[in-house]
Structure formats: structure tokens, C-alpha cells
């Protein structure tokens, strides 16, 4: 049996949600703050989820993330908005949030794999390199 | 045991077979009572007996006007409490459902936000009149310990049941236990005091009907 | 991503660094920390935080007694069966024994228990799945001849911690049902030297055990819990206050019988015995198999598994609100026993009257 809502359609949240990324925004670029506020865990009708997307709308940025399953981040029209979707299990979606920053961490190469990574160039190179000789 | 199972179990159960029994006792020993023995004729043009008794209860749902201006106000806020009491009481969906385990019977719900409302009403005008009997000097004078219990066991059923539905303070059973455990302690207390002028205002008002309808007194 | 039973870490490596090994990046742990963060209601900004401690933790050592009973939290720990970041709960702890799930058996399974407590001493967890019986020793239930009870004792003797997954090893679950024959009982009777945190539920959610596991690796300390012991996190609300049938509630729109036509709206289910009101868990947000669904979507009441003595109280379809014991009789006998009393109130009122010379009469006022 699908979820039967006892209420449907917009509830007022997609404005509230909205509201509060406005001010977040704001907080960002004057403190350099960063934020992020997870849509999952709130009571959001379909109509409210989708509120928030199209009103925030989609920027220059899009990219998917493959960790651990698929991930979506894309910049909203409003710089430094982003909204981030991670999926698990068939694509189902596992967490949402927007985050308020430069960039999402998501999007970021850690420094860890990235010493990993900067040692696995080098001897991928080496070894290519005496292959070749 | 937790708290909530002993309030539902052992508790319910003992004090309304405390609350049964007595009620009973009390209205099955009024009612076995010897009639005294009149030694006039009723007046000619007197009602019958059960008329009177009748016109008795009745009459008394009203103030007199001599004392209405007085006593109106403490009158209708006696009203509200009982009809409110009453509304919280029989159209609450689980208290329907308590009643319905107790006796099979089971009538349409309010919705639970009018419930609520007649509630906070319920418990403001018990204040009302607790504050009236503290403050009038007659009032004041002819109260007993008994007058201030009865007030306080009905009341604490009303407070526990909004901060139950508030979830005020304690964690939701808890609140739901003390609930059920007040109304256990209403029901306990219930046949041996006050409260029982629930059953017995109508066998003395009757009476009183009976009495003055022989000497043909309009009352 | 690779079972952690088929693929052993080298010892002394980081969470962190045997992942890199399997080709998981640190944005795999960031997703995993915000996923369960999200459902933990913590703080976006410690996702980070929580991400990094789990990378820099050593993999955690796992120790699973199975005691009294059904493998169902075993089974619902384990269901994300395929390779996604949900199972990843499997490549944070190293589960040295689970007499299920690993493939040594006999008298091999007992010695890497042992040598998995010697190894990790004092550092490993010991999750506990089902109830442990005491009557009698504890004869009802023995593994490799020795009793649940003395199995439970030696193991936790040098553990960091325990969990007790599940309402069995959390309250007592079925075993400890009426009549207990057994004389079963939850794991915290007879562990009290270490911590125990209870995840409850017939059976948990996955996610609570995973998040709670997790926590505990990346942080190095317990969630916070509840006066049960169980994580706040994931055990701090009841259905009945997240639940989406709530609005029926309020407005008095109930199902009355199954599949009437109050049921096939989808109204509330209290009046068919749902205990909502009164059960701590998660599961009318996270809900069931990956959100799919939980039992009141489905249409039948909450059943408060995740509540001590659930099986006992007075039957899954007798309303929260309703008493516990059936009333007729006692009531029947306290109506004999009220008109007994009246009775003989009344006849003794009336003796002495008599013998005080009043006068008695029928009810119109004439003299008998």
C-alpha cells in the first residue's frame, strides 16, 4: 500500500526551507560559514520537494559522483547553492540536502587519495615507462 | 511491570471493582431505605408521587430568582464543568474505546482539537470554582476535606489528560500512566464521598419533590 | 565492495587506508557519515568530523553471540545484499564470529572466537542476538556445550562493549513471554561490568544498528541514550508523533475493523490496536528494506516491538486505551457484592430505626 498523505500539495515548507537557505546564504558570504540542510529527515510533500528544486532552479555546474553508489550535485541558479542527492540501493534516494559553501565536500578530492593517488600516477608511469623499454 | 501496564492492569481493574461495588451499595442501600410514615392526607389537588419527585429534580436545574443575580455566575460555571467534563469524558476516541472494552458500547468521536479546547475550558472553570469556594465565606465555612479531595481527584484526571495530550514535562507513557492512574484514584474515592451526588442528587431531590408535593407547595 | 569475511584487513592499517586498498575513496566515507548523520539527526557540520574519524579508526572487532533466537536481526542487519554504501557497516567492522554468517564451524568457529577476544582484548564489541535463559543453570540453551549464560560471561569479560541487538537481548523479547519457561532474560541482567546499549526492535532497523556501530567507531565513545539504553538518535521519538497517518488521528478518522472502508483509506489504526503512542523508534521515518515501508503503511497497527514485554501486553488488537484484563466477570461480582452491601446497609438502617420506635412506611406514606 503507497503512502496515502492526509495532506498533499504545497504545505508552506518549500517557503520556509527557501527562507532559511536565503539567510544562510547571506551568513556565508558575510562569515564565511558554510552550511547544509538535509531535506531528507523533514515533511516535505512530493509538491514541496519539487518546489524547491525548480525554484532554486539549476546553475553551470552539474556532476555525478560514483562512491559508493551514484551521487547527483549540481550549483542551483544562486551561486555557491548547491543541492547535493546521494542514492543507494537502485537508485532509490538515500539522503538530499543543500548545501551553502564554494563548493561541496562531496565534489573535493581528499587529501588522503589524493597522496595515494599522486604515488599510483608515478609508478603507473614507471611501470609504462619499462614496458615500454 | 512497567508503570503503564500496572495503570491498564491491575490498577483498572481493582479500582473499578471498587467503583462498581460502591456505587452500587451506596444507590441499592439508599433505595432499600424505609419510607417515614406520614400521618397527614396529602392536600387535594396534589400531584402524584412520582410526578412530584419528578418536578423535584427538575426544578432545582435552575437557581430561584431570588438568588439567581447572586448565584448565576457559580451556577453556569458549575454547567461548564460538567457539560465539558462530560464532552471530554464520552467523545474522546480512546476513551470511547476504554468504554467500549468495559461495556461493548461505542458512539461516533469528536475530532481531537475540539477536544482539547473543551478541555483547557473543563480544567479552567474547576479553577473557577475552586477559587469561588475559597473565597466565598459560606462556601468557605461549610466545606470539608471531603469537598476539597473530590475537587482534587477531578481535577487531576483533566490536568494529566492535557499534559498527556501536550506531552507536557514527563515522557508520554509516564504521562499516560499517571493518566490512568488518576482516574483510578477518581474511581476509588468516587462512592465514599461528594462525588456520589452524581447518583444520589436525584434520590434526595426526589424526596424533597415528594415532601413538598403532599402538602401541595409548588416548588 | 568486498565482504569482510573474504577479504581480512592487514593488521595495524586504518579504515581509512584498507578502503583506498579496495579502490573506496574518502568520498565513499563522506557520503557513508552524511547518510547516517542525516538519519541521526546530527549537525551537517559534524559530517566531516564523522567522516574522518571513521577513516582514521582501526577496524573494529565484532564478536556476534546468537543466543535465543530467530536471526532476524542478523537478517536485518544483512539485507542490503548488494554492493552499495548501506552494507558498508560491513567494511567498518571486522565480524570475527557469527555463528550464522561465517564459514568456520565447529570446533574452528570456537577457537577464532577465542583468539579474536585475545587479539582485541579489551577493545572488541560483543553484540548480543537474542535472550540468554538462567533457569536451571541455563541448560535451555547451550552452543559447543557450554550455556548461553557462561558463553556470554567469558566473552564480555575483557569486551569494550555491548550491543544488544534487538528486543530479545534488549528487553527479553519472545522468550521472556508469559510463561518464560526458560526464566530468559535481556542481556543487561547479567552483563554488569560494561557498558550495554540496546537496540530493540522485532527486529531493529538496519540503519539503527549500522549508525550506532558507526557513531561509536568514528567517535570513540557511546550516542547518547535513553533511559532503556537505547540511542536517542534512533530511539528518541515514537512512531505515533512521526507518524504520516497522524493528521487521522487528530481529526477522529479511524480504520474500526481491517479492510473496512476506514482501512482502505488509510485512516489511523489505534482503534485496531496500534501502539504508536507509546513505542520509541524510527521506524515511521527511516522505515523498512531502504524505506520501502513500515507495518502501519501496510495497514496493520504498531505492534511496540521495540518496547519491553510488547508480547504481553493483552493482545496486538485491543486498543492502547482499552484495559488490559477482560472486565466482565470482576465487574459482574462487583455489582453481587455492591447489592449485598446496600443490602445489608440498608437493613441494618432499618433495624435501627425500629429499635429506636420510628415509624416505617411504603413508598406512597401509608403505613404497611
Redesign the interface.
Known sequence: MSEVLPYSGLTGMADAVLSEVAALAKLACDTGETASINLTAMPLTRQDREAIETRLGRGEVEATVDAGGRCDVWETAYAGVWFVRYRGLDDRVATEAIEICPSPLILMSHPDDRRVAATRLGEDLRAAASAAA | ??L??FA???A??AS???????????????????????RVE?RKGASS?WVAALKGVLVKLWPYDTFAKSGVVQFVNGYIFHAGFAVVFLLF???I??I???TGLSW??????VIMMIGVVTAASLVVALVFRVTSPVLRLISRVDDYISWFLTFLPVATGLMAAA?LGLR??TL?SLHILSFCALLVWFPFGKLMHAFLFAFSRAVTG?RMG?RGAAI | MATPLLNPPAPGRTLGESLQQRGVSRRALLKYAAYLGGLMAMPASTTQAFAEGLASARRQSVIWLSFQECTGCTESVTRPFSPTFESMIFDLISLDYHETLQTASGEAAEEARLKAMADNKGKYIVVVEGAIPAKDGGIYSTIAGQTNLDMLRDTVKDALAVVAVGTCASFGGIPKANPNPTGAGPASDFVTAKPVIAIPGCPPIAEAMAGTIAYMISFGKLPELDQRGRPKAFYGETIHDRCYRRPFYERGQFADSFDDEGARRGYCLYKVGCKGPVTYNSCATLKWNGGVSFPIQSGHGCLGCSEPDFWDQGGFYRPLSASLHNLGLPLAAAGVAGVALGAGAAWTARRHLASRGQDVATPEGKKP
Open positions: 511491570m512497567t503503564l501496564d491498564r492492569g491491575p483498572l481493574e473499578l471493582f471498587i467503583f462498581v461495588a460502591g456505587v452500587i451499595w451506596r444507590c441499592v442501600g439508599t433505595l432499600l431505605l424505609p419510607w417515614r410514615l406520614v396529602p408521587p476516541a480512546p476513551h474505546l476504554f467500549k472494552g468495559v461516533p468521536s469528536l475530532p481531537n482539537n506531552h508520554y507513557e499516560l415528594v403532599q
